[in-house]
């Protein structure tokens, strides 16, 4: 037995799924397909359809992890930009507030800076 082709049911259990849950199946079974050499081998078809759906989305999770990956650097550099100003409108408003004159204050002020940095 073949994925949606089972004639004598009268009603297929797949038309009681959600549309977007049919779309995502009906999908994956297109995929799967690509190993109907194999899995029409098998002792039990539907399993090695079913191990065959499973490889489809494996390749996919892999596929969607390495374009993730590529975006990991980028990323962490923009964040890092980020950062740098938000220490900087800190700074600038804390002096503002505090206006420090001497060194005790300059200190006090750095430290409440990154005190606020942390949150």
């Known amino acids: 037995m073949v994925f949606g082709l089972d ?20 999908n994956l079974i297109d995929s799967a397909k690509r190993h109907r050499g194999a899995y029409s ?11 065959s759906a499973l490889i489809e989305m494996k ?13 990991e650097e980028p990323w962490r550099s923009v964040v890092a930009l980020g950062d740098i100003e938000k220490k900087r409108t800190v700074e600038k408003l804390v002096e503002e507030l505090i206006k420090p004159t001497d060194e005790e204050t300059k200190d006090a002020t750095k430290k409440l800076v990154d005190s606020l940095m942390r949150f």
């Open 59 to 71: 390749n996919e999770l892999d596929h969607m992890k390495r374009e993730m990956g590529k975006l």
């Open 41 to 51: 081998h098998a002792d039990d078809v539907k399993v090695a359809q079913l191990w």
């Open 7 to 26: 004639d004598e049911k009268k009603e297929d259990w797949k038309e009681f799924l959600i549309p977007e849950a049919k779309e995502v199946l009906l």
